[in-house]
């Protein structure tokens, strides 16, 4: 069953895995970052959505400050995540200021 499973995600072309990998916020890339190995675009999504998400939950999750700043979090997240996701879509290696350096710089050594 899991090599059924490899083989269909693995059949998806780059730009599409590249998307799914902020579906699921960081659960996806954790997702992409084990499964995909060679693919250095998806690796790179892949980080780029670790870092991003996991980080904006976390700060979300820091008490009365980021109940206070999720109401202008949550919204903002919603945009960054379709735009992450268009842009993964269309081919792109969109990097974000400082999070995308640093997803590049991790997703070449994280995994192998």
Same mark, same amino acid.
């Given at each position: 069953?899991?090599?059924?499973? #490899?083989?269909? %995600?693995?059949?998806?072309?780059?730009? *599409?895995?590249?998307?799914?990998?902020? *579906?699921?916020?960081? *659960?996806? &890339? %954790?997702?992409?970052?084990?499964?995909?190995?060679e693919?250095?675009? *998806?690796?790179?999504?892949?980080? #780029?959505? %670790?870092?991003?998400?996991?980080?904006?939950?976390?700060?979300?999750? %820091?008490?009365?400050? &980021?109940?206070?700043?999720?109401?202008?979090?949550a919204?903002?997240?919603?945009?960054?995540?379709?735009?992450?996701?268009?842009?993964?879509? #269309? &081919?792109?290696?969109?990097?974000?200021?400082?999070?995308?350096?640093?997803?590049?710089?991790?997703?070449?050594?994280?995994?192998?």
């Open positions: 069953m899991k090599d059924n499973t #490899q083989k269909e %995600i693995s059949n998806l072309d780059e730009n *599409v895995k590249g998307a799914l990998c902020y *579906v699921l916020g960081f *659960v996806s &890339g %954790i997702f992409f970052m084990l499964t995909e190995k693919n250095k675009f *998806v690796r790179f999504h892949a980080m #780029q959505s %670790i870092v991003v998400f996991l980080g904006l939950t976390l700060l979300m999750m %820091i008490p009365f400050l &980021g109940w206070m700043l999720s109401v202008f979090i919204p903002l997240s919603l945009l960054l995540w379709l735009f992450l996701m268009y842009k993964a879509y #269309q &081919g792109e290696k969109f990097k974000l200021p400082v999070v995308g350096d640093l997803a590049e710089k991790h997703s070449e050594k994280f995994g192998k």
